[in-house]
């Protein structure tokens, strides 16, 4: 990665253009059964899609704070980076009453309506499918809507790697803050630099598991098996999924 990256989105810039066709994200859902590969490039365009939306569709202004009501999956993962780009705070499961927009998926739909801002739902279904027949009251269906936006996005105004970039747990993280724990944490993690591919069952709301599900990845050139529910896979499926992913490191 490039020493002078400062933000998240920095590094996502980054490994664009060092290797764009290379995995970043692999998704398992064990509830489900489902499997999404992201490589860098389609991972980048959702990315630039969401932030457009959240720029353009919501008119969202850096230090506005989007709680994320969601759990560990590769469309929170687009979303957390989203957030970067715009220079909009992402709050992991923060306070909806004191949030100026909401994300919401299953199980914090009714939380979410607390927010007074805009709200948008997510169905977390195999391949990110849209609602049936709508989305739930009070939201718009993220499926719906994303499509329509732009495929590459700039910034009105420069992101500062010094603002407040993501909170979680109760803690307040710049962007700057975001990346260099990230890259510290890497090589604890097993993420030795390109090729590296770490397993996390972990989830989304603890530094940890962001760290593990996303941010580290991403700052050492490596990528991530992200799991949800991983609990409900017995050991001989995790171990077949290790081998065939070239599973490198695990976090559980």
């Not at 400062?6 to 810039?13: E, G, K, M, N, Q």
């Not at 980076?81 to 199980?107: E, H, N």
């Amino acid at each position: 990665m490039n020493a002078t990256d400062r933000t998240p989105a920095d590094l996502l810039r980054s490994a664009l253009a060092a290797d764009p066709a290379r995995p970043l994200v692999t998704f398992y859902d064990d509830a489900t059964g489902e499997r999404v590969e992201l490589s860098v490039a389609t991972f980048a365009n959702w990315v630039a899609k969401t932030s457009n939306l959240l720029q353009d569709g919501l008119s969202a202004e850096p230090g506005d704070r989007v709680a994320l009501l969601l759990p560990a999956h590769w469309q929170t993962a687009v979303w957390l980076l989203a957030c970067a780009s715009v220079g909009v705070v992402a709050d992991m499961g923060g306070d909806p009453g004191r949030a100026d927009f909401v994300v919401a998926g299953p199980g914090g739909f009714e939380a979410g309506l607390a927010c007074r801002g805009e709200r948008y739902a997510l169905s977390l279904a195999p391949l990110g499918r849209r609602f049936v027949p709508g989305p739930p009251e009070g939201y718009s269906d993220y499926a719906v809507e994303v499509p329509s936006f732009g495929d590459r996005f700039v910034p009105y105004a420069p992101v500062d790697p010094e603002a407040a970039a993501l909170i979680v747990a109760g803690a307040e993280y710049t962007g700057a803050e975001v990346v260099e724990m990230a890259r510290a944490e890497a090589a604890g993690l097993g993420l030795t630099g390109p090729g590296s591919r770490l397993l996390s069952g972990l989830p989304y709301d603890t530094w940890e598991g962001l760290s593990a599900g996303l941010y580290a990845p991403l700052a050492s050139g490596g990528s991530v098996v992200l799991c949800r529910n991983l609990e409900q896979a017995d050991g001989e499926a995790v171990a077949k999924r290790i081998e065939s992913e070239r599973v490198t490191a695990t976090a559980r």
